[in-house]
């Protein structure tokens, strides 16, 4: 069981290894890591998979380190562990690209560059084998890449202060926006309202009510937990409430018993301003009026679990959407952190709330949508537009 203090690993910065075979990637892991996490051989290939590993990296703070097969295996399965490798590169925040200082080719090197570009990943290159190289070596090295970093993976000292320079560069990195700061303000007081039904985990909140209720700590705004049940009562006994956030499926439940009192808004619309964009979230909602009968609509989750007749996705979303258009609409479903390759067969994609992700693989998924011709939106966005209390939800999160 993981304990309650782990960081989980969509709130860290997710760092992933990319280079050729054999060119020092899963020995540079377990230097920095000082553990065996990779196996390391002198055969090429020896990463099959990818390879992950959450730590501290203090000062720094949480990251998930990937180390990834080669990028020049031309194999047939070479080619699945390729499309693996850009898979997890859609879902990092930052690059190490390692080379081989003795087998650099520059073909290859600039062909990754550009797909590191594409998804707008920021990264270094690092030289490995450093201690085989001349300085004529290392000065052509250095007037082809951009400044390059030299290493040696059986050097501590030399890992010691790479580990100080990747630390500079990640702390440039956009830090993810808090979930409620500019929304309400230090000493205020917030409900959420966790309705309890069968698909309600047993003994324990959800991710995103679990991020949210820290995040309240985190800026020192009080947080009052409550089934829709109880509800009324608390609201009753409690005058200053500055926020109300809801579970998205009882929106309209809420809104009812809140009647206007208080600012309305739910987990999922609150992800959707930190992890998503909400004026392209609303681009997918005006596209619903016009969708046509048998129009086709991916519901995309990046969680994993047992599906029951409540179940938001698969069951609820898609009855109130046709009950609301009185057209019929063909849904595909897709679960887990791997997004479709097929976006362009649909007419529009709804998203879950993005807890599972970091903001920069909800940011890449918005882009690949939209290059693919199609709006996409997400849970607490389309509920909110099913239930009519749209402008209300997103009016309680603007100051």
Sequence with gaps: MKSLNNTPNSNRTHIIFLGSTNAGKSSLLNAITEQEISIVSDIKGTTTDSVKKAMELIPFGPVLFIDTAGFNDESELGKLRIEKTIKEIKKSDFAIYVIDGNEFDEKIYNENMGILKKYNIPYITVVNKMETLT????????????????????????????KKFLIEKLD????????????????????????????????????????????????????????????????????????????????????????????????????????????????????????KDGAKILIAETCSHNTSHEDIGRVKIPMLLQKKTGKHFNFSFSMGKDFPENLNEFDLIIHCGGCMITKKTMENRIIECNSNGVEVTNYGMILAYLTGIMEKSLKAITK
């Design 135 to 162: 300085e004529d070596k290392k000065n052509i090295l250095k007037n082809i890449l951009k400044n390059p970093y030299f290493i040696s993976t059986k050097d501590r000292n030399s890992i010691l202060e790479f």
């Design 172 to 291: 440039v990195l956009e830090e993810e926006p808090s979930l409620l700061k500019g929304i309400v303000d230090y000493g205020d007081t917030i409900v959420l309202v966790v309705p309890i039904d069968s698909e309600a985990p047993k003994g324990r909140l959800i991710l995103p009510q679990v991020q949210i209720l820290r995040d309240a700590l985190d800026n020192g705004v009080k947080a009052i937990v409550t089934r829709d049940t109880e509800l009324a009562e608390v609201l009753k006994e409690n005058k200053n409430i500055k926020l109300v956030i809801t579970d998205s499926q009882a929106f309209k439940t809420v809104d009812k018993i809140v009647d206007n009192k208080y600012p309305l808004t739910s987990f999922s619309i609150l992800f959707a301003r930190q992890k998503g964009d909400i004026e392209k979230f609303l681009k997918g909602i005006s596209v619903i009026e016009n969708l």
